[in-house]
């Protein structure tokens, strides 16, 4: 019963290094999300994937690509890290694009120095 | 504009004082409205969702409702494993989500 499952769960980079955080959930969900979680700024959705093979921009989505690599994996790359994307990521996974819950992992949290 | 305020920030209570935490929306049309725990170093977990106002949904000590305007989180006779930060979320029309900047619940034995 794993759910949504993020790797790494932990990670320090230097500036300017790039890496992949990845996502699988094992619910048949249909859309899946990015979102960042920052102390006074809340959750913010970076890039979601309402079905598999389309992905759209969030609130925040620069400095970030995705890829929707089946109906189970959604990965979230950053080419050049910068300090400032030092957060918790999570990702998510639910039903439908309406109506249904958020399904969240348990995160990854990155720093950038 | 679409937004979603929770109040209060911080609540701190002794174990067994019950309370309320409260969500107030201003959305261009509800689909619905999500209710979540987050522990500390955990992701967000899924607690209730409320379509219409009126609805209330229970769970334990939690009980949620939801009017036009706003939904209350009641909590019964809260222990020491409630303390976690709660957040509401709300789905408008046209597909955004909104969550809430949330409560942080602390229960003292």
């Known amino acids: 019963n794993a759910g949504v499952t993020q790797t790494p769960k932990f990670q320090v980079l230097k500036t300017g290094q790039s890496m992949t955080l990845q996502c699988a959930q094992d619910?048949?969900?249909?859309?899946m999300y990015w979102y960042r979680q920052d102390p006074g700024m809340g959750l913010r959705l970076i890039y979601y994937?309402?079905?598999?093979?389309?992905?759209d921009k969030g609130e925040v989505p620069n400095g970030y690509n995705v890829s929707r690599l089946n109906k189970r994996e959604f990965s979230l790359r950053l080419e050049s890290a910068a300090p400032s994307q030092t957060s918790v990521y999570f990702c998510?996974?639910?039903?439908?694009?309406?109506?249904?819950?958020?399904?969240f992992g348990n995160g990854t949290r990155l720093t950038v120095t | 504009e679409d937004q979603v305020t929770q109040s209060p920030e911080a609540l701190r209570l002794q174990e067994g004082e019950s309370s309320s935490l409260n969500c107030s929306y201003t959305?261009?049309?509800?689909?619905?409205l999500f209710w979540y725990r987050q522990d500390p170093g955990k992701g967000p977990e899924f607690l209730f969702t409320l379509y219409s106002a009126g609805e209330e949904k229970e769970k334990e000590r939690l009980k949620a409702t939801l009017t036009k305007k706003e939904s209350f989180l009641h909590i019964t006779a809260p222990k020491p494993e409630d303390s976690a930060t709660y957040l509401c979320a709300v789905q408008a029309n046209g597909g955004k989500l909104i969550f809430g900047q949330g409560t942080e619940l602390s229960v003292k034995p």
């Open positions: 959305v261009s049309g509800l689909r619905g």
């Open positions: 998510a996974s639910r039903w439908s694009s309406y109506n249904s819950p958020l399904h």
């Open positions: 994937s309402a079905s598999e093979g389309t992905t």
């Open positions: 619910m048949n969900h249909n859309s």
